[in-house]
């Protein structure tokens, strides 16, 4: 398998709170709900970089095209992690998902490998990490 991951899914419980918490509160792009007219169809998405989307999802809906059983989220199954360049950033970062509604699970600060970086949940639970890596440059 060569390594093409183009969307990452995130199953939500309220299609349009999650929009508004990407869309109005973390300012990604996006068309809206699209899919409406199909049953189970109604998803939205968001350009982040280099092809890569970000989808929000009806978890119902994911549960019925999968044939899985909807089951108790889990936020430590999985985290986002979204890199920037400063610990400013992070900072502003964490700041504007307090804003947006997110719950911060873990304030920023110094990690124990010399970065500095904090957590935040988002409507439906999912953690995100927002961290500035002194080893990595992230391209505009």
Not at 12 to 17: R, T
């Amino acid at each position: 398998m060569k390594p093409r991951i183009t969307v990452i899914t995130l199953g939500v419980d309220n299609l349009e709170k999650s929009l508004a918490f990407y869309r109005d509160g973390l300012g990604l792009a996006t068309e809206g709900i699209v899919g409406r007219e199909f049953e189970h169809g109604a998803v939205v998405f968001f350009d982040l970089q280099s092809g890569l989307k970000l989808a929000l999802w009806p978890r119902d809906d994911i549960a019925h095209d999968t044939k899985i059983s909807k089951t108790p989220c889990s936020p430590t199954e999985c985290t986002i992690g979204h890199n920037v360049n400063s610990k400013k950033e992070v900072d502003a970062v964490m700041e504007q998902a307090k804003r947006a509604g997110a719950k911060i699970i873990k304030a920023a600060e110094k990690t124990f490998w010399g970065g500095y970086g904090g957590y935040f949940q988002d409507p439906d639970g999912h953690l995100w990490e927002v961290v500035w890596n002194p080893e990595f440059e992230i391209k505009e």
